[in-house]
């Protein structure tokens, strides 16, 4: 069932993984209206999709790391594990990841299994990351000041 060809997209997942870091606040919030704004039932079949395709093609390990990096990176803004606990001001900070979460997993999965999901199921759990990317080209200002050059954090 798993052959040596079947492998995630690794380095896709990468860039993806990376560009986390550059999301401001604005992009953080247009991400979770953008995931909570689409169609829950399509969302939901496209799931059981990338579900299906990671397990036929012996993928389900990978993916349930793919899915751990994105929530660390949610949950204590990075994609390692935690060295110290957030407090203070990144609270805020941190509810804003948090709420960005499951279109941050959605997209994490859509990109690592993009050679095994069909284009629906795959533009369905990209779509709220697109979105807010082609936001972001569009005008080059984008909806989060991290994306103009200088921290995260100064978008508070």
């Avoid at 972001?136 to 508070?156: N, Y």
Wanted: net charge negative.
């Amino acid at each position: 069932m798993n052959d040596k060809a079947d492998t995630i997209e690794t380095a896709a997942l990468d860039d993806f993984l990376a560009d986390l870091d550059d999301l401001g606040q604005g992009d953080l919030l247009a991400l979770d209206a953008a995931w909570r704004g689409a169609d829950p039932i399509a969302r939901r079949t496209a799931w059981l999709a990338a579900s299906r395709a990671a397990q036929k093609h012996g993928l389900t390990r990978e993916i349930e790391a793919v899915c751990d990096q994105a929530m660390h990176w949610a949950t204590r803004g990075d994609n390692r594990p935690p060295l110290y606990h957030i407090v203070g001001d990144d609270i805020g900070w941190l509810r804003l990841r948090t709420a960005a979460a499951p279109a941050l997993v959605d997209a994490a999965v859509a990109i690592a299994l993009a050679p095994y999901l069909n284009e629906r199921d795959r533009e369905i759990l990209l779509e709220p990351w697109d979105c807010v990317m082609a936001a972001l080209d569009q005008d080059g200002d984008g909806l989060g000041s991290s994306k103009r050059g200088g921290s995260a954090h100064e978008s508070q």
